[in-house]
């Protein structure tokens, strides 16, 4: 039977340390700032967005919401983007993705400030985790070394497969794992006996979007199993990429849904946001 990794514990405590430490900013005069731009009315975006700035006013931060229309053009969220860059009390922009078609989310990325992507998304940022000397680190898989960290969960030398290989998910967990000088695998659409290699793994991370994807023949009896995913089940009720009823009874530890990585993506959002405020400050 595994043991369940509680992410609204564990975010709980690096929301406390966020504060604790934005206390003492505070009394330097420093603010940290978070710049939160929606385009669109996307519902999901929406609760997303509510969320950031209710974490933000936890912690202490200043944070600021730009919501636009849909119609949006291209021209006015890059002016927008710019402004941000230049404003000194802004620590931290982030652009709730996805953006609506007629937007080109690459160019919007691209236009922030690395400094300020807090997201960690921008092309620099990306190149900086590659070889390991980074600053911010995407919110979703830092999250999750955040999880293994909390149960002293050894990686080195572990077999670790990722199933996804998203820019945002897949491609980043993988390298973290691989700097904790784990033996990463990345599987994915295309994968040939993937069950095979999932029954390899020590550390199990699923990010590939569909519901209960991973069931308890693809796992390795003892393993860590991470569930990223965020899906609605046959009858609309939220689930995982894992079949956590077969999972479970196989694995040592297990994230459920919700209530495992989803809680830890907004704790290090705030944690990015700290870290920008004190590079700023010119303390980091």
Do not use: W
């Not at 369940?4 to 603010?31: D, P």
């Not at 006015?76 to 860059?85: F, Q, S």
């Not at 997201?119 to 999750?144: E, Q, R, W």
């Not at 904790?180 to 040939?192: W, Y």
């Amino acid at each position: 039977m595994a043991k369940i990794i509680n992410g609204k514990e564990v975010s709980k405590k690096v929301r406390e340390s966020v504060k604790a430490e934005t206390e003492k900013l505070k009394a330097q005069g420093i603010v940290p700032g978070l710049a939160v731009v929606i385009v669109g009315d996307d519902p999901a975006s929406r609760v997303y967005v509510n969320n950031k700035k209710k974490a933000c006013a936890e912690v202490g931060f200043m944070s600021e919401e730009y919501a636009l229309p849909a119609e949006t053009t291209q021209e006015e969220l890059l002016a927008l983007v710019d402004k941000l860059n230049k404003k000194p009390e802004i620590n931290g922009i982030l652009v709730q993705l996805p953006l609506p078609k007629h937007l080109d989310e690459k160019a919007v990325i691209e236009a922030i400030s690395p400094e300020k992507d807090v997201d960690a998304f921008h092309a620099s940022n990306v190149g900086k985790i590659m070889i390991g000397d980074y600053k911010f680190l995407p919110c979703t898989p830092a999250g999750v070394m955040e999880l293994i960290h909390s149960e002293n969960i050894e990686i080195s030398g572990k077999n670790c497969v990722v199933i996804g290989r998203s820019n945002i998910v897949g491609k980043p967990m993988a390298m973290l794992l691989l700097h904790e000088n784990g033996t990463v695998t990345i599987t994915h659409s295309r994968t040939k006996n993937l069950a095979e290699i999932t029954r390899d793994a020590d550390i199990l991370v699923a990010a590939v979007g569909k519901p209960k994807f991973v069931t308890g023949d693809m796992v390795k009896e003892g393993a860590v199993v991470i569930d990223v995913g965020m899906d609605r089940d046959e009858n609309g009720k939220l689930c995982g990429d894992v079949d956590f009823d077969s999972v479970e009874p196989k694995a040592s530890y297990i994230t459920p849904v919700p209530g495992g990585v989803g809680p830890m993506t907004i704790a290090m959002l705030m944690k990015n946001t700290l870290m920008a405020a004190k590079i700023h400050a010119g303390i980091e």
